[in-house]
């Protein structure tokens, strides 16, 4: 369901993304988390492209985690980190639209949907819509 990420995966791109973290971090561009269940990696959330107080939520995660609640979870603590503790008055995120849950979980942490274009999925090999919603930090 990734748009940016080929598949299968190439392993050297992943590590170089991995080794980047820590200095994405330290600059405030990036801020990473593994989903945990039981003390095993089953996804990812972040928020990344962070400047002038803005960011963009993402998450994925393996599919035999899908349709447990990890998305939401794990997206709301970030959404609360992003800002309190990063201090963005604004996040963006997208899914493709016949990822139904993601839009679900997107709604429910109160994002708006703003618009939805065609795109190219890289993990596809096919163009894809892309729906893209924003959410402003509440006053």
């Not at 349709?67 to 309190?84: D, I, K, L, S, Y």
């Not at 008055?89 to 849950?101: T, Y």
Request: aromatic residues 12%; charged residues 25%; glycine residues 8%.
């Amino acid at each position: 369901m990734l748009r940016i990420p080929t598949f299968p995966p190439n392993y050297e791109d992943i590590n170089c993304w991995f080794r980047q973290h820590r200095e994405e971090w330290a600059d405030g561009k990036a801020y990473r988390f593994a989903i945990l269940d039981q003390s095993r990696m089953v996804g990812l959330v972040d928020i990344e492209s962070v400047a002038d107080g803005e960011g963009v939520l993402g998450y994925w995660l393996e599919r035999e985690a899908w349709g447990q609640g990890f998305a939401f979870e794990a997206a709301a603590a970030v959404v609360r980190f992003a800002f309190e503790t990063v201090g963005l008055s604004k996040i963006r995120a997208a899914h493709a639209s016949d990822n139904q849950a993601s839009g679900a979980a997107l709604r429910k942490l109160g994002f708006a949907r703003v618009s939805s274009e065609r795109r190219f999925s890289h993990s596809r090999r096919e163009d894809l819509t892309q729906v893209f919603y924003v959410l402003r930090k509440p006053s």
